[in-house]
């Protein structure tokens, strides 16, 4: 539930920001008045997120049991506005920030996480790794550009693709985890807790892949926006072998030592978990090639409108 209102706070801004900020790198002026830009739209819609928030939380009777552990995640959501990730991926800079508060959090978790009553240390912890890292990011920023909230934004020119971005975003965020919402409503939590193992090992592998898709995103947008289309297609054809390379063998190894990697990440009570993980592997194929062209080409040369048709007709299916 978290994960919805997360969506809708970051709107397509991220995206947006990364392809269009890819153009200013060598402005400091123009990328700080833009940045600047972005932030201010950001902290409007994680303000109406926190409204919407508390009248779901008001009127959705089912969630007044996890009154606690929705608020400790919620505070995600403004850690993430803060954090303007997308200013270090627009100059490529990926740092060890965050691998060194996960690492932390991994840690806290050995400490503190001892029995199912410390479900909140585990959310706690959870905020922690993402939050930490925001907040040194905020204040890293200002090597690149001053960001600052702004009253001079041009709606016209952003909000349309912004909501494009979103609206694409919001129908790949309904088929991607409205699997876990649909199982809490028509079983039980036992169910569900089986079935987020097998997610989770999933979302994992498909992150290590995915960044080499990532890395790749701000120097796509680039030559898309000086319609370089020759360094363009030679670098997209690197990420596809590169990608061709890391996905079939690590779709295989899930498959075939998915009961070892549930007993390795979990324990025996959770190992039914293996059969949706081998059938989530296969998942893998089609999730991350669908990113790479729709991260990687439809976005960069701005082809917002097929990439919300072709993610509307997927959550539709």
């Keep these: 539930v978290c994960g919805y209102f997360l969506l809708f706070a970051g709107l397509g801004i991220s995206s947006y920001a990364v392809r269009e900020g890819s153009r200013y790198v060598n402005d400091r002026e123009k990328l700080s008045a833009f940045a600047s830009e972005m932030f201010s739209i950001n902290m ?30 919620s505070l995600q959501i403004l850690f993430t506005t803060i954090g303007t990730e997308w200013v270090f991926t627009i100059f490529e800079e990926y740092t060890v920030r965050g691998i060194i508060f996960q690492i932390i959090s991994i840690l806290m978790m050995f400490a503190f996480v001892k029995t199912q009553d410390d479900y909140c240390i585990y959310a706690g912890i959870t905020v922690f790794a993402a939050a930490g890292a925001n907040i040194l990011n905020f204040f890293r920023a200002r090597k690149y550009c001053t960001i600052r909230l702004t009253a001079k934004v041009d709606w016209k020119k952003h909000l349309k693709p912004i909501l494009l971005i979103f609206a694409s975003s919001f129908a790949i965020t309904i088929y991607v985890n409205s699997d876990v919402t649909i199982l809490g409503v028509l079983t039980s939590d036992y169910h569900v807790g089986i079935y987020t193992v097998a ?89 991350l090639f669908g990113w790479l062209y729709n991260t990687c080409v439809l976005v960069p040369w701005k082809r917002e409108g097929q990439f919300l048709v072709a993610t509307l007709v997927s959550a539709i299916l």
């Excluded at 409007?44 to 009127?59: C, E, K, Q, R």
């Excluded at 947008?221 to 360094?231: E, I, P």
């Design 44 to 73: 409007i819609s994680t303000a109406l997120t926190y409204a919407a928030l508390a009248v779901t939380m008001l009127f959705w009777t089912k969630l007044h049991a996890y009154t606690d552990l929705m608020l400790v995640l």
């Design 199 to 287: 997610m989770k090992i999933y979302t994992m592998v498909k992150s290590v892949l995915a960044s080499i898709l990532l890395v790749s995103v701000p120097r796509l947008s680039r030559y898309a926006g000086m319609q370089d289309r020759l360094n363009f297609e030679r670098l997209f054809n690197k990420v596809f072998g590169a990608m061709v390379l890391t996905v079939l063998p690590a779709v295989v190894g899930l498959f075939e030592l998915s009961q070892e990697v549930v007993l390795f990440i979990s324990s025996e009570s959770y190992l039914e978990a293996a059969v949706p993980l081998r059938i989530l592997s296969i998942a893998l194929v089609a999730s």
